[in-house]
């Protein structure tokens, strides 16, 4: 046969599928997941039965831990020594067990997540209550299989006297299953399983009156009564560990938060490093050192706080934005029967009661056979004591010793076993005491038989006899209870005030779109003068806002989408910078641009709405509050159709009227009160009629007759008409005319199109930018008041092809 004949053909798919499959039975079966019975991984059953085996047990001196790993690696766990020495560094660290399994001696790692000294320097023994998982593993009462040379024999699983599982939790990742348990509290779970062994029809509600819920070893504030009752339920939920605080009065008026328990598996140094890095960054305000105090007395982190600040809020902040609070998600998977499974708590006392009950089944009937062994023995030797004499003399009589053991059995019939007995038997024994101490001996093995048979004839006798060893247990090495349980959920709710110094600032936005913020400060150091603004060469303030960096900023665009952007977040420039492009602060797209810029100091106002204005006469009114959001990207702030866009959005309180000007010199005034409020997203109704070519150019909020509308053409004519020659009319008209546009060959013309138009009733100060790049300086007050529709008078004097391109208000 050729050497091609001897493959056989394969596809990729089975050989892969087939060989993942068994790597996957390996890590979930003997690698990652913990067996429900005694709550061990295989490294760690495998630690703690090597120690066993070579006496190194709580009553004896600690030895070196390289000798423990080198038994288990050469015995049992054909692994690396790292991951041996690994599990056995995490048996011995209270911080991260409920009960420590290994009593280690030497550098054994720290909360702040050093790692533990090589195993040639550190020493270790089996704690006390390991030996409790161990206990009576020679009576026959668990399975024992072959290492994996066939050369010595290793549990498949510890007796496990106490529910190791939910006491000590478990933690690790395989293929397509996950586990992470709590630990809980020692006497709370003995006390559920004797609960459960008296009523086997127990509700979740009963046993979560006994079991509160995890008790971690580095305490904290368990919060989630929900999430705790999920979990027990279907072995999956979530909840919120808080390290517990205080907030300590200093001498001067000053405040320390003092932390003295942390969320467990979070490590101390980096909590530390994170909070400095808080006060570094100057993301809060107030804190003034932060201190890790932590020595023999225990854990203590203190972090010191500035005259007069807020205590409470600094503390919300912190448990936001650091692990002083962290969510903990249960997933409590365990190998039941070889196989993994999601459990709630009454399956896991359940599997482990089953467990119980066959350990001390196995271990009764080992100890009846020893004793069953025993009393036959005993009745062998009380009988040849009463035929003493005729005893001897056979033996005497006999050739040798094995004559003698088949004499004896032929003669008085005693057993081989018996015979054997006899002839082992010591002079010493003969004596009368020893004659009486047998005869006594043997009652008590016969009532020992009694009791060991009853046990194995009552399910109620052998739940008795696993009771009071589980009291025992939990009266010799329960603890108080380490975590405390809140049922609420508490909301962190972080005040702005906390994160952000209150201060009065200059917020700028120009017409092509840088924007900056300024310090009261840098403002009056550059001379205290609004025009005096820094911008770049041919561009204009378009608006200037005194704010707070409490206020919030909303951005609306041409194409009907505004960004939320709080003011502290613009970035911070001198009065006389140009600020940088608004691009490099929100995430306006390239086609888009500004077009109203409105400071909010409470969204939750419920008289304020924002209107808008579209170029082809739509008019939309919202209530401010349904803008309010913590996005930072692009949200939809009003439906704009096809070929049209946003042209102004002002803030009112909806007892105004509307005047809205139009391109070709058309004007409409309406009463607010005609727009109802609408969606967040709706398009908005018709404020005006308007022609194919004309557009909507501004508008203004105007009231009671006074004032006047000034309009400005874009060849430099302007004029101001009487608000009283705008009759109040209906929604959505052609309206009345505010301009007229000389025509004609022998008429020097006054404009084609309107460019702004402004309600006065005070002075106002209108910077005009030419297209060529000039600039005027217009006040309104020089711009003659005349009828609605005159031409106007010039007020910018133009070169023959030059138009007005800007127009800004000079504060």
């Not at 023994?125 to 020679?138: Q, T």
């Not at 299953?177 to 009963?206: K, S």
């Not at 900056?516 to 001379?527: C, Q």
Request: net charge neutral; with cysteine.
């Amino acid at each position: 046969m050729s050497m091609l004949e001897s493959f056989l053909p394969a596809f990729l798919e089975e050989v892969v599928g087939d060989r993942f499959g068994r790597y996957s039975k390996y890590i979930i079966q003997d690698r990652a997941i913990p067996d429900v019975r005694d709550g061990l991984k295989p490294v760690q059953r495998r630690i703690l039965y090597a120690m066993y085996e070579s006496g190194n047990t709580p009553d004896k001196p600690y030895r070196k831990s390289a000798k423990t790993v080198g038994d288990v690696m050469g015995n049992y766990h054909p692994h690396g020594d790292s991951s041996i020495y690994e599990g056995m560094v995490r048996m011995a660290q209270p911080w991260k067990m409920g009960h420590v399994l290994v009593d280690g001696h030497g550098n054994w790692g720290s909360l702040d997540d050093d790692p533990a000294a090589a195993m040639r320097y550190t020493e270790a023994r089996l704690s006390s209550i390991a030996m409790e998982l161990l206990r009576d593993i020679d009576k026959r009462t668990v399975q024992f299989k072959d290492n994996f040379d066939n050369t010595a024999k290793e549990p498949v699983v510890l007796p496990s006297r106490y529910p190791n599982l939910l006491v000590n939790g478990a933690s690790g990742i395989s293929a397509g299953f996950a586990t992470e348990i709590p630990t809980h509290n020692l006497r709370e779970v003995i006390d559920a399983c004797i609960a459960v062994m008296a009523n086997a029809d127990i509700t979740l509600d009963e046993l979560m009156q006994i079991v509160k819920g995890p008790d971690f070893p580095t305490g904290g504030i368990i919060m989630g009564g929900e999430g705790i009752r999920e979990a027990y339920t279907t072995g999956k939920g979530r909840i919120y560990v808080r390290a517990k605080t205080e907030i300590e009065d200093l001498r001067g008026g000053k405040q320390q938060i003092v932390i003295t328990e942390i969320p467990y598996q979070v490590v101390k140094a980096r909590l530390v490093t994170a909070m400095e890095n808080i006060r570094l960054e100057k993301k809060v305000e107030g804190i003034a050192e932060v201190r890790d105090e932590t020595g023999r007395n225990g854990l203590r982190i203190v972090v010191e706080l500035k005259k007069d600040a807020d205590a409470e809020g600094i503390l919300a902040y912190l448990l936001k934005k650091t692990d002083l609070q962290t969510t903990y998600n249960f997933n409590m998977v365990a190998i039941v029967n070889k196989q993994p499974q999601q459990l709630g708590l009454k399956p896991i006392l359940q599997a482990y009661i089953g467990h119980q009950k066959e350990v001390v089944t196995y271990r009764t009937q080992y100890e009846l056979e020893k004793a069953e062994d025993r009393a036959h023995v005993l009745e062998g030797l009380v009988k040849a004591l009463n035929l003493l004499d005729e005893v001897i003399a056979t033996i005497k009589a006999s050739k040798n010793r094995a004559d003698a053991q088949h004499n004896l059995v032929e003669k008085f019939a005693f057993t081989e076993r018996q015979a054997d007995a006899i002839l082992t038997l010591q002079l010493y024994r003969l004596t009368n005491l020893e004659i009486s101490s047998l005869e006594k001996e043997h009652k008590e093995i016969l009532k020992r038989i009694s009791y060991l048979k009853s046990i194995l004839d009552s399910e109620k006798k052998l739940l008795g006899v696993i009771k009071d060893e589980l009291v025992e247990i939990r009266d010799k090495y329960a603890i108080e209870r380490r975590s405390a349980i809140q049922q609420e959920v508490e909301e962190l709710k972080v005040n702005l005030e906390v994160m952000i110094n209150s201060e009065d600032v200059l917020v700028t936005l120009s017409r092509e779109g840088y924007v900056k913020r300024t310090s009261m400060l840098s403002f009056t150091r550059s001379g205290g003068e609004l025009d005096s603004s820094g911008v770049k060469e041919g561009d204009v303030i378009s608006d200037l806002l005194l704010v707070n960096t409490l206020d919030n900023l909303l951005l609306f665009t041409r194409k009907g989408q505004y960004y939320m952007l709080p003011v502290h977040q613009v970035p911070e420039f001198k009065w006389k910078d140009n600020g940088t492009a608004i691009v490099n602060v929100i995430p306006l797209p390239k086609d888009d641009s500004i077009v109203s810029v409105i400071p909010v100091k409470d969204f939750n106002d419920e008289a304020s709405s924002l209107v808008f204005v579209t170029k082809r006469g739509n008019v939309k009114r919202t209530l401010l509050k349904d803008y309010m959001t913590t996005r930072s990207t692009a949200i939809a702030a009003c439906k704009v159709a096809d070929g049209d866009e946003v042209v102004d959005v002002k803030l009112s309180d909806g007892k105004k009227q509307l005047l809205l000007v139009s391109k070709l010199g058309m004007s409409i005034r309406f009463e607010e009160s005609e727009v109802n409020p609408m969606g967040r997203v709706a398009g908005g109704v018709r404020g005006m009629s308007l022609k194919d070519d004309d557009e909507i150019i501004g508008f203004e909020f105007v009231f009671d007759d006074e004032g006047e509308l000034l309009v400005l053409s874009d060849m430099g004519y302007a004029k101001r008409s009487l608000l009283l020659d705008y009759p109040i009319q209906g929604r959505g008209g052609k309206g009345v005319q505010t301009f007229e546009f000389k025509e004609g060959k022998r008429v020097k013309p006054n404009g084609t199109a309107l460019v702004s138009a402004y309600y006065c009733r005070e002075p106002l100060q209108l910077l005009l930018v030419t297209s060529s790049g000039a600039s005027h300086l217009l006040n309104s007050e020089k711009t003659p008041i005349e009828e609605r529709k005159s031409v106007g008078r010039i007020v910018a004097q133009l070169d023959k092809d030059e138009r007005i391109d800007i127009v800004a208000k000079r504060r």
